[in-house]
């Protein structure tokens, strides 16, 4: 486990005292450089009543300042959901009890992928920002999200994902 400053919200990352995951390292190939050796997941989690729970990013990460999921590297031979879900845990105490899953989306560039999993919440939570990747941690009403500065690789998928999100909302 790596332990972290309490003082995080700093414009430097924090220095890490704990052995680090295998996982936790770029990758690159022709379509970029990416984080996370063995691919990386997010959760989307999304209230009805809320919105989304949106991550602001501290400024000294990969493309730091803007407005994405909580989430990040996957652990080797994890899979994306419980990775997704850890990462939530971790970032923003989302409870996966409190969530349940509603479907994946895979970006897929062969050599490192990105999965979105989108999870509805059941029993509201407040989320908390318990490690330095976060500057806030914000309900975002579904409508409001494309008004952020949204992270490029989110901000690539929001689209897809408000589509599927307006058919969940519909009456049935």
Known sequence: MDHFPTSSLSSTPPQRTGPRDPGDAWVEGERGRFWGRFGAAGVLAWDPARGVLLQH???WSHNGGTWGLPGGALHEGEEAVEGALREAREEAA???E???VLFTSVLDHG???YTTVVVQVQESFDPVIS???????LWVPVAEVDSLDLHPGFAAAWPDLLVALDGLAEPR
């Open 98 to 100: 409190s969530v349940e």
């Open 111 to 113: 050599y490192w992928s």
């Open 94 to 96: 989302v409870p996966s």
């Open 57 to 59: 990013r501290a400024v």
């Open 131 to 137: 490690d330095p990747e976060s500057i806030a941690l």
